[in-house]
Structure formats: structure tokens, C-alpha cells
């Protein structure tokens, strides 16, 4: 008899796993939400709480007695060079804008991706205060709570989000018709706010890492977006180094200028 070789998962098989997962880690996260959960500081001054702490726990757990043969990234878990020898990596954060979490804010969010050559092939982000869940698969579209979403056509005068420095250099004409919009935590729900319409843009600062962007990359990318680095080039996830310089995430000719503002900045 000839072997046969086993059926590959179909994309969707990857969404709902993520998809199911995220949504019980938001379970979990919403015990501990505005009840004082225990938390503790990590160098650099980051908070790191209970609730981040189980919601990897479980995340890890539930993900990877899925799927055995892919790598592990996620910000609170200790990396090691064993996931670069896998062919696909879940890429985790437990709660990404875990101040906003912590000050019983609601922009915060579960953020689950695999990636597979560097780039997102599935990923969801699940933001239970909001009640707003974030999927997609790549060539696949994007949804979010099960309904398509864009990202929002040409303005007059855009809504952009970012630091201000990197807002202050953008062309003046159109400096002039923006419309800055306030601090958003997490930078995942920022960026998602793009996919769904409600930003234009918004620049992401120095030192974002993997876990903060690989899902929400696909969501806006299905959505008619992109998320660019000072060259005009797509980042890449799961690689050596989590680490990526300064981003910028729109669509169209705005996207162009605003990673022109990121050429014209120093070099780190």
C-alpha cells in the first residue's frame, strides 16, 4: 500500500485553537481584573501581576498539548534558543497593557499568534472588558466579534496615535489636518484600533517586541493595512532577536509618510 502522508491542519484549524485559547485566558484574566491582584516588578520597572502569570501558565499549557512540535515566545516565560528549530512558533502575550490592567482601565488585551518563516499565519487578540475578540488567518480576512473590518478610507484629517516627537516630524501640511489622539496602553489594541477604522495610523516607539505586535501584524494586514520600519519593510516574528526599532502601522499614502518620518530618525 502506498503512505499516505498525514492531512495538514487546514488555517482555520489554527484560528479556532488560538481563538478558543485566548478566550479562556480572558476568563481567567477577568478573576483577577480591578480585585488587587498580587504583582511584582521586573527589570526596567515593568509590572508584572498574578494574573499575567496564570494567564501564560494556561495559555502555555493548553497551546502546546495542542500543538507539541511548535516553539514557545511569550513575555513572561524565560526564552530559550530551542524554538528556532521549529517550523512554527506560538508567539504569546498574557496581557498586553498590563498598567491599563492594573489600574482597572479596559484596554487590554490576550495576544496569541503562530508564525511560521517570520511571519504571522494566524492570530487573535481577545479584549474581554471591551467584549471585542480579533481574528484573522492569513489570506483568510479578518474579523472582529465575527464581522469583517477595514481600515478606514482616505481622511481629511486623520486620526493618528504614537509618540509625539515621531507626530511632530510628519509633513506639515499634514501636521496641520491630524487629529492625535490620547496614550493607548496596549499597544496591540492600538494597532488593532487601525485595523478596525478608528485610527488612520499611529507610530510605535523603539523597543516593541514580538509577543506585542505578531497577531495584531496579520489583524491589520487582512484588514488593508500594514506595519512598516524605517526601510518600508514588514517585521519579522520568532526570529533570534524579539526586539524591532521604531514602526509605523496605517495604510496607503499615509503609511508612506509616516515611514518617512521613521527614515529621517537617528539610528540607534
Given amino acids: 500500500m502506498p503512505v499516505t502522508e498525514p492531512a495538514r491542519l487546514r488555517p482555520h484549524d489554527d484560528l479556532n485553537l488560538i481563538r478558543d485559547a485566548a478566550r479562556e485566558a480572558g476568563e481567567i484574566a477577568m478573576r483577577h481584573f480591578r ?30 498539548g495542542a500543538r507539541p512540535d511548535h516553539g514557545w515566545l511569550s513575555e513572561e516565560t524565560a526564552d530559550t534558543p530551542a524554538r528556532l528549530s521549529a517550523e512554527r512558533t506560538f508567539v504569546v502575550d498574557p496581557i498586553d497593557g498590563t498598567r491599563a490592567f492594573l489600574d482597572g482601565r479596559d484596554t487590554w488585551c490576550v495576544s496569541v499568534a503562530i508564525v511560521e518563516g517570520g511571519r504571522t499565519v494566524a492570530g487573535v487578540i481577545d479584549c474581554p472588558a471591551r467584549r471585542e475578540i480579533y481574528g484573522a488567518v492569513a489570506g483568510g480576512g479578518v474579523t472582529l466579534n465575527d464581522r469583517p473590518i477595514a481600515v478606514a478610507a482616505a481622511a481629511e484629517a486623520p486620526a493618528l ?85 521604531p514602526l509605523a502601522a496605517g495604510s496607503g499614502v499615509l503609511l508612506d509618510a509616516m515611514v518617512g518620518v521613521l527614515a529621517g530618525l537617528p539610528h540607534e
Fill in 35 to 64: 480585585r488587587d491582584p498580587k504583582v511584582w516588578w521586573k527589570e526596567g520597572r515593568s509590572p508584572v501581576s498574578e494574573a499575567d502569570l496564570a494567564v501564560d501558565k494556561h495559555l502555555r499549557a493548553v497551546l502546546l
Fill in 161 to 245: 496615535g504614537g509618540p509625539k516627537t515621531m507626530l511632530r516630524a510628519l509633513p506639515e501640511p499634514l501636521r496641520a489636518r491630524m487629529r492625535p489622539v490620547g496614550y493607548v496602553p496596549s499597544l496591540a489594541y492600538r494597532v488593532a484600533m487601525v485595523a478596525k477604522g478608528e485610527l488612520g495610523g499611529t507610530f510605535i516607539k523603539p523597543d516593541s517586541h514580538d509577543w506585542d505586535l505578531a497577531a495584531v501584524d496579520l489583524i491589520l494586514r487582512e484588514a488593508g493595512g500594514a506595519v512598516r520600519d524605517r526601510h518600508g519593510n514588514a517585521p519579522r516574528y520568532a526570529t533570534r532577536n524579539p526586539r524591532h526599532g
